[in-house]
């Protein structure tokens, strides 16, 4: 593998991971508090890529600034956070949070569905590509290689500060650590006066609305197309599973490993592109159950 060939691995592989980072970040967080995976959270991720897309054609089309797609993909994403994620949460999960995990697995299977055909019945079946953004930042000349800003710098800069804003956050507010005794101990919590409902409920908005901007950042990179939402969280799970359910920095490794090695699979083994991050997956299972980062946890009766 030439010199230039690795370096072009290196940076499509910290690239997807970003984006990937962004979606599972926001499934592991909402399993680390609420305790329930769930399947839907692709259809977030979705939705956020077609709202950025297409309401950022439709502006630039008018004559607008190409600039005015990076607080486009940040407003997309927490209404989609807000009204989707919101009532999902309000209004149905928060009725299952008693039941077995697999019957929990089944009803947010359902609430996919269902939002896969509303996205069918508002954006239609035909794929489509909005690149304003990508655009506007251009490109930059690494190693000899010419790469777009918007991959190359954009977003590791925004997957990094996601991480690091997430963990102070948590450890450094109010709020943060309202959602970590909640997780911690929910009876123990509520029975010093925290409103564990509204903690659950910001907690779903906040991860929803992060695999929302994971979706609106990728559009700018890849076309938006029935069935993304359903790539991205299968591969989520495989970074999830990977790092240990409920690990925000874990995660953040894991979609560098996974990332890198799909990323080197595409130039060396093609045909080996999908299945090497679940091989990644399978390997650090069976040597590590909790994953690379997961802790044994008691069963409390």
Do not use: C
Request: net charge neutral; aromatic share 10%; no cysteine.
């Amino acid at each position: 593998m030439n010199p230039q060939l690795f370096a072009l691995a290196i940076f499509d592989g910290i690239a997807y991971a970003a984006l990937v980072f962004l979606v599972a970040v926001g499934l592991t967080l909402i399993f680390g508090v609420l305790r329930v995976l769930n399947v839907a959270h692709g259809s977030f991720y979705a939705m956020g890529a077609y709202a950025t897309a297409s309401v950022g054609a439709a502006i630039f089309a008018a004559g607008y600034s190409p600039w005015l797609a990076f607080p486009l993909m940040l407003v997309a994403a927490v209404l989609v956070g807000v009204i989707v994620g919101g009532p999902i949460e309000k209004l149905l999960l928060s009725r299952i949070y008693e039941m077995e995990e697999v019957l929990q697995i089944l009803v947010t299977f359902a609430v996919f569905m269902i939002l896969e055909d509303v996205q069918r019945l508002i954006w239609g079946a035909q794929p489509f590509f909005e690149a304003s953004a990508l655009m506007a930042l251009g490109n930059v000349e690494v190693f000899g290689i010419t790469y777009t800003a918007y991959q190359l710098i954009l977003l590791p800069a925004v997957a990094v500060s996601v991480l690091i804003g997430l963990r102070l956050f948590l450890r450094r507010t109010l709020s943060g650590k309202l959602i970590l005794a909640v997780t911690e101990d929910r009876e123990a919590a509520t029975s010093i006066g925290i409103n564990a409902e509204r903690v659950y409920l910001v907690t779903f908005i906040v991860g929803a609305s992060l695999a929302a901007f994971g979706g609106a950042l990728a559009s700018a990179t890849t076309s938006v197309q029935p069935g993304m939402g359903a790539d991205m969280i299968v591969l989520s799970f495989a970074v999830v599973a990977t790092a240990g359910l409920g690990q925000i920095e874990g995660a953040a490794l894991a979609a560098l490993l996974i990332g890198l090695g799909r990323s080197f699979a595409i130039y060396l083994w093609p045909e080996l592109e999908v299945l090497i991050p679940y091989l990644i997956m399978l390997l650090v299972l069976l040597i590590r159950p909790e994953g690379l980062f997961g802790k044994s946890r008691t069963r409390k009766i």
